[in-house]
């Protein structure tokens, strides 16, 4: 098993920038990609960027130039740098862990999530 734990939330202003950040810890071994999906009230949950052994990270189409996503080489921390941000990133930030690769709607771990808040 795999515990995620994320940090790093909170309001911030369009145009800002936060940075989310979340600690894996247990089998850590097991994992080879890491990554964040989000999801808003009324929205299907969104992939919105994965690192992994597969090799160059993934982006979704709404962040992608705006958000950069890391990984240290252990494997057990993942970040997200998210600058330039709208209303329209609000959301509950979610770290996932897999041991092939994130998929659109799934993964093997999940942290609890972090809510971010894009707001004037």
């Known amino acids: 098993q795999v515990q995620l734990a994320e940090s790093g939330g909170g309001l911030v202003q369009p145009g800002g920038s936060l940075r989310l950040s979340c600690a894996a810890s247990g089998n850590t071994r097991s994992v080879n990609a890491m990554g964040w999906y989000r999801e808003a009230p009324g929205k299907e949950r969104e992939l919105v960027a994965t690192?992994?052994?597969?090799?160059?990270?993934i982006y979704a189409h709404s962040v992608a130039g705006r958000f950069t996503v890391s990984m240290d080489n252990a494997k057990n921390t993942v970040s997200l740098q998210m600058n330039s941000l709208k209303p329209e990133d609000t959301a509950v930030y979610y770290c996932a862990a897999d041991r092939i690769r994130l998929e659109a709607q799934r993964s093997d771990w999940w942290g609890r999530g972090t809510q971010v808040t894009v707001s004037a």
């Open positions: 690192i992994g052994d597969f090799g160059t990270p």
